[in-house]
């Protein structure tokens, strides 16, 4: 169980970032198009378009997304407990809370999509950028609050696990970016993205699996 816990989140964590990637570039938008999209001050227009030309990829990519992010609460969970300490516990304790702020997100990804189908792009995509803000601090900011706490998360744990000698410099840094990977609605994976946060998680999780319960090197002792 350890093993699934750890190991399956990240692997569908990188796989929804990485389709998400593909849904953009494979949905042929000319340079003009990247223009006016790469203009926009959020990333919802070109969100839109992709899924208006390629419905069954883009949607597997956010699908796929949402499924990570209720799957990578085991994974938190379990790292957080292996970690041990309190400031582990807190950081894993906000960084799953994120994980929830991101399923709500995904809620607003669809209703999006489905505005499109029903609507039409640029209704949907006009609706989107007049919304864009309420929609994504949502109901009383709660989820926008909540979604703070992939950083703060990802800080506290990298933190808690140097001071406890079990993680060094580089797992450090790849939990970082792990946690660093965007937030809010009809976001961008970029290939930097797929490479910071999913390549990131991957290696990080997978690396802790096989690896024991410390990553420190060298090895060092608790202060």
Same mark, same amino acid.
């Given at each position: ?100 702020? #991101? ?14 189908? #029903? ?105």
């Amino acid at each position: 169980m350890r093993v699934l816990a750890l190991g399956i989140g990240p692997l569908v964590w990188f796989a929804a970032l990485l389709v998400r990637h593909l849904g953009v570039e494979t949905a042929g938008f000319t340079v003009a198009e990247r223009a006016r999209f790469d203009a926009e001050p959020f990333a919802a227009p070109g969100q839109l378009a992709a899924y208006a030309r390629q419905p069954e990829l883009v949607t597997a990519g956010y699908a796929l997304f949402a499924l990570a992010s209720i799957l990578l609460c085991a994974t938190v969970i379990v790292f957080a407990r292996e970690i041990g300490g309190r400031l582990a516990f807190a950081g894993g304790a906000v960084l799953v809370a994120s994980l929830f702020a #991101r399923l709500y997100f995904s809620g607003i990804d669809l209703t999006a999509f489905v505005l499109v189908d #029903r609507m039409g792009l640029d209704r949907a995509a006009a609706f989107a950028m007049e919304s864009y803000v309420d929609l994504s601090y949502g109901l009383w900011r709660v989820p926008v609050a909540a979604s703070a706490g992939s950083i703060v998360g990802a800080v506290l744990l990298a933190i808690g696990g140097w001071r406890a000698g079990k993680l060094g410099v580089v797992p450090c840094f790849l939990l970082l970016s792990f946690g660093w990977v965007f937030m809010g609605v009809l976001k961008e994976a970029t290939l930097i993205t797929v490479l910071h946060g999913g390549v990131a998680a991957v290696v990080l999780f997978g690396w802790w699996t096989v690896g024991g319960r410390s990553l420190a090197w060298p090895a060092r002792e608790r202060r």
